[in-house]
Each structure stands twice: as C-alpha cells, then as structure tokens.
C-alpha cells in the first residue's frame, strides 16, 4: 500500500480587500503608461476589485507586484491627459504606434481615420471635393 502524500503547500497569497498600491507602484504605472496620478488610482481600484472577486486559486498569486505590471501593459485605459507625448494615440495600437499602427494602414478603416483626424484638426470631413 501506497503512503498518502500531503499536497503541495499552496503558494502566494490572495489581495487584502482594502488594497491600495504602494506608491512605487503608481509611480511605476504613470511612467510606463503616461497616466496621471487620477488614472493611476482608478486603475487600482479596477485591478482591487477584479483581483478579489477572483475565487480560489486563480486569486492567489506568488507575486504581486508582478501582477500589477503586468495588468498595467494590458489595460486599454489611455491617459487623461490631452496633447503630448501620452496624450495622442493611434488606431490599432494602444501604446500610440508602432507595428500594429502600420500594420493598420491600407485597411478600410483607414478612411474613417483620416476624416476622425481632420475633424479633430478642425476640418469638414464632409468635403470629399467632388462638389
């Protein structure tokens, strides 16, 4: 017979309910997303909730911090602040270019991005220039 075996201690540890990211950690978010403070903190309170609502195993992580960095690069949410480097984004990318942007040129959606930029520069969409 066969001695029973104990499982595995179970590693890392679930996010207390009260969660607040360190600031390092919001630092760390704003430089890496061009966030402001406010968008920091609204994503934490996103990432807080998600992470504690998870139940069991998949709410259990060995390294948090490693979680946060990694929800932070996936987060869809842009920056509030308008102009500048963070501010301006592109179709087909969310980090503002790149790969995925010129991957994106020559698609049918490339009309709709030009007439949306020229409207936002000011411009009438509507004047295709065939009278």
């Known amino acids: 017979m066969r001695a029973k075996?104990?499982?595995?201690?179970?590693?890392?540890?679930?996010?207390?309910?009260?969660?607040?990211?360190?600031?390092?950690?919001?630092?760390?978010?704003m430089a890496e997303r061009g966030w402001t403070a406010a968008d920091a903190s609204a994503e934490?309170?996103?990432?807080?909730?998600?992470?504690?609502?998870?139940p069991g195993a998949a709410g259990r992580k060995a390294d948090w911090l490693a979680t946060w960095r990694n929800w932070v690069r996936r987060s869809?949410?842009?920056?509030?602040?308008?102009?500048?480097?963070?501010?301006?984004?592109t179709f087909g990318d969310r980090r503002g270019g790149g790969a995925s942007a010129a991957r994106d040129r020559g698609r049918p959606l490339d009309g709709f991005v030009a007439a949306l930029r020229e409207v936002q520069a000011g411009g009438n969409a509507d004047d295709d220039g065939r009278g």
């Not at 920056?79 to 963070?86: A, D, L, Y």
């Open 5 to 29: 075996t104990r499982p595995a201690a179970a590693s890392g540890s679930r996010l207390a309910s009260d969660f607040t990211p360190p600031a390092e950690w919001t630092a760390w978010a």
């Open 44 to 54: 934490a309170d996103v990432f807080r909730d998600y992470w504690v609502a998870q």
């Open 76 to 89: 869809r949410r842009q920056s509030s602040i308008r102009g500048g480097e963070h501010g301006q984004r």
